[in-house]
């Protein structure tokens, strides 16, 4: 057995905590907020309650396989996980309108024909296909693999045969333009996966095809209750597992002596003595041996977007049949992509320069009555800076509640008469996100994929000061709720003596 203390109360965080406590080690978790789940929270008041994290789950998977690990009641025994039917509904600015059935690939191809024109289907079919090639090719080295040799993982292995695909690396709006028709609608759903994961489908390299391929082949799911509740078991699984939780203590430092991790110093000046530590979230001051590849990651200094989203507490009643996911696409892309991601910006964007995803379960746990509906409205933004810059000033007066303004002006195209049902709002910003975890402007982090000459790739779990472990978004392999299991059972494999794997 051995002490081992894991900063942070996230997903990753007690996703490891509950795997070492299983193994029989002595494990404490210390959080400098009052709560656990991380980005996976919620928003409870007047009887509605909503997601302030994802609101959907991919490969559901990587936690079954977390909750088989670690006792005896199976996932599906502690939440409720149902399939969304679509998966998503796409809002273009042409009036097109096309539900996407969930894992199903032939009810894809035929709702893309259907909306977009004969031979859309199939067009999208054979991009997500060379995507399969991408996810057989590098699944466990780019998710249930510690990063061994990065070099491999820095070329895209998108497979381009057609039209001089092959003369350069393309990127997924290259794809989008070279392999869809033409057909800006089609290309605007592709691009879509990159924008909602943070990353610039303009830069992104064509491997990110495989972000669609994952949710048409294993399905988008949700958890009933809300995602929080899936934080909310995987806390009593590792409370289950004996591990301790010290809520509101702030590390400032991880104590080393003579290259071994000795403990944590927290910010009030007190030491915790450790063997083992694996830090989840940002550390302010890392002993100088693991800064070279670990720093600008586990800061933030990478400077990725984050995410303004409004919940919306609505009087009348969810329509029967409405989508649990519906993505209204910018009419003016090009200007979307620069204001997220360009380097000059003034102020916020016109209404037509904005996606924005849309999320309205049908969970009787959410709303105080079936006269009523609870409404998450969220878009990919710049970060949070005060200087300008890569970012965005979130803190100047009236910005982000005109913004929201904007948001829900957009949403009414998938929501009619949503602002005249409106009872309140709370409006979510890259600087409450800032706030709420100390991440540096409120970025969230994207998933690792190959190619962009590998700056795509989260720093090793594994770092050169012994017994010093990262894990979580800012780590490998990367940014989403999957990948934050996935590094989490890297980890514990790790500290178990073993070469580290997800399996």
Known sequence: MGRIAVVGAGM?????????????????????????GGAVGALRREGFAFDTGPGVLVLPAVYRDLFVKTGREPLEECVELVQTDPAARHVFADGTDVALPNASRSGVIEALDAAFGAGSGERWSDVLVRAREVWEGVRRPLLEEPVADPGPLAKDPYPGRRRGLLRRSPSLADVAARELGGDGRA?????????????DPR???????VLPYL????????????????????????????????????????????GVVCG???????????DVVAASVPVPYLPQESLPQAAAPLTGARGEPGRCTVHVALRGSRPAGTAHRTVVHAADRGAALEWVFGRRRAGAPPVDALTVAVLRPDD?????DDGHEAVTVTATVPRHSSGGGAGVDWSEGGFADAFADRLLQVAERAVPGLRERELWREVRTPLDVERATGTAGGSVPVPSL??????????????????????G???????????????????????????????
Not at 17 to 30: D, F, K, N, Q, S
Not at 225 to 242: E, H, K, S, V, W
Not at 364 to 368: E, K, V, Y
């Open 12 to 36: 990753a965080a007690m996703a490891v905590a509950a795997r070492l406590g299983a193994a029989g080690h002595e494990v404490v978790v210390y959080e400098r907020g009052e709560t656990y």
């Open 215 to 258: 949710e048409q082949s294993f399905g988008v799911w949700y958890v009933r209750g809300g995602l929080r509740a899936l934080a909310d078991a995987l806390y009593a699984r590792c409370r289950a597992r004996r591990v301790e939780f010290r809520f509101g203590r702030e590390v400032a430092g991880v104590e080393v002596r003579g």
């Open 450 to 471: 190959p190619g962009a000459g590998g700056t795509l790739l989260r720093p090793p779990n594994r770092t050169p000061v012994k017994g010093l472990y990262f894990l």
């Open 264 to 274: 944590l110093r927290f910010a009030d000046g007190e030491v915790a003595d450790a």
């Open 473 to 503: 978004g800012w780590a490998h392999p990367g940014g989403g709720l999957p990948h934050a299991g996935m590094s989490a059972a890297i980890v514990a494999d790790l500290v178990a003596g073993g070469p580290g794997g997800s399996r």
């Open 364 to 368: 009787p746990a959410l709303r105080p």
């Open 187 to 199: 290309a605007a759903l592709l691009e879509w996966y990159a924008l909602g994961y943070g990353l």
């Open 203 to 209: 830069t992104a390299p064509a491997a990110a095809a």
